[in-house]
């Protein structure tokens, strides 16, 4: 995904897609779809 992923919604269940840092590298998921551990 790319930087303008943060105006999107999952394709799967709809809910907004949202930017996370990890490890100083950003990344972008769905909360819902993509649990993290």
């Known amino acids: 995904m790319d ?3 943060k ?3 999952c394709e799967r ?3 907004k897609i ?3 840092n990890v490890l100083g590298s950003s ?3 769905c909360p819902e779809c ?3 551990s």
């Open 3 to 5: 930087q303008h992923s």
């Open 7 to 9: 105006d999107m919604k």
């Open 13 to 15: 269940c709809g809910t």
């Open 18 to 20: 949202v930017k996370i």
């Open 27 to 29: 990344s972008y998921l």
């Open 34 to 36: 993509q649990k993290l």
